[in-house]
């Protein structure tokens, strides 16, 4: 027997009775190429699902039951209809309507559930109106899209008559954009719950009639980012903070509260906001520190137009025009316990206040 090594990892190896050619380096690549071999075949696998109230050639007429056929990275595209189920999607995939949300109702069949509910990462849902009906019935708190995963994308959706319109609880990446909420007398527009590194932007939440408790509240969550969102006719705060830290909110717009302040941060820290636009009963109320509150907008004000409790807050650049505040208020307050606060070149309608309460 001849053995001869003729180059890195090949042995040619020669008998009477056989020749055999082993390449350990050409092995291991064909084992490679079979593996994504096997990923592109189930990628390619990946099928778009049909659903339709009322026509019979599409593959379902039940979203439910589409998304309970499906396998994760299907598309699910829904026609025009309205849809009366409750929708739990388990598996990542991307369910859109084909018409637009104006035209493609889901409608709550059971007002103890979430219209829909998505426990799966890496979910789109596009293109949908969403309606629990559950105004009044308030104790149940129902909403419209409930996240409890991560990843996903919320898109172009109407929330129409819930107790919370889109609601996150423990989840993080997602992304809420262009959808609106609607309501005549719910608790929430947008409710971010223990959830971080979310962006919410380019939403609308609107009251109907019955002005809405809250319109973005986020609680006990951080690094979230808050774009060009629109607030019109929140009983309380417009787009509030609730022990949440390291977030930023830039160019939103809150008009016509009731009885509370366009933006109300409460006992949250490291928050920056720029250029956003607060005209209602009282502009932007501060508690916490480290805050960077950096040309914003208050108008329209009958109550205080900036108040700060807390320490090393900085407000600069922000102005203030066509507020009629009581005269027992002031326009700049700022907490007597509180230091360390500085307020730079405000542009203020004379006449103002900077005190101390």
């Known amino acids: 027997m001849k053995t001869l090594n003729v180059g890195a990892g090949v042995i040619l190896e020669n008998t009477a009775n056989n020749t055999s050619f082993c390449n350990i380096n050409y092995c291991r690549i064909i084992g490679l190429a079979a593996i994504l071999l096997i990923a592109s075949a189930c990628l390619g696998n990946a099928a778009t699902i049909t659903v339709d109230d009322g026509i019979s050639s599409a593959d379902y007429s039940s979203i439910q039951d589409a998304i309970n056929d499906s396998r994760p990275g299907d598309t699910i595209l829904v026609s025009p209809g309205i849809y009366n189920e409750n929708v739990n999607v388990d598996r990542q995939l991307n369910i859109s309507s084909t018409d637009g949300a104006v035209v493609t109702k889901v409608i709550s069949a059971s007002v103890y559930d979430h219209v829909f509910e998505v426990t799966a990462d890496r979910v789109t849902i596009s293109g949908f109106t969403v309606s629990s009906d559950t105004i009044g019935n308030n104790e149940n708190e129902i909403a419209g899209i409930y ?119 409460s006992s949250s820290n490291y928050n920056l906001l720029t250029n956003n636009v607060a005209n209602g009963y009282s502009g932007i109320l501060v508690s916490g520190s480290n805050n960077l509150l950096d040309s914003n907008s208050i108008r329209y004000c009958v109550d205080y137009i900036i108040s700060v409790d807390g320490s090393n807050n900085t407000l600069t650049n922000n102005t203030a025009t066509d507020n009629t505040t009581y005269s027992n208020y002031d326009d700049f307050n700022i907490d007597q316990s509180s230091s360390d606060n500085t307020i730079m070149e405000a542009i203020l309608q004379l006449p103002f206040t900077v005190s101390t309460w």
Not at 159 to 178: K, M, Q, R
Not at 221 to 234: A, D, P, Q
């Open 147 to 265: 996240l409890r995963s991560n990843d996903n994308k919320l898109t172009n959706n109407i929330l129409y008559e819930n107790y919370c319109g889109i609601a996150l609880n423990d989840s993080n990446n997602n992304e809420l954009t262009g959808n609106t909420a609607l309501s005549d007398g719910g608790e929430y527009g947008i409710h971010v719950y223990s959830s971080s590194n979310n962006t919410v932007s380019n939403n609308v939440v609107y009251f109907t009639g019955t002005y809405i408790t809250y319109g973005i509240s986020q609680e006990d969550s951080n690094n979230n980012r808050l774009f060009n969102n629109s607030v019109c006719g929140s009983r309380y705060s417009g787009i509030e903070l609730r022990n949440s830290n390291y977030n930023i909110l830039t160019g939103n717009s809150v008009t016509n509260t009731d009885e509370g302040p366009g933006i109300h941060i």
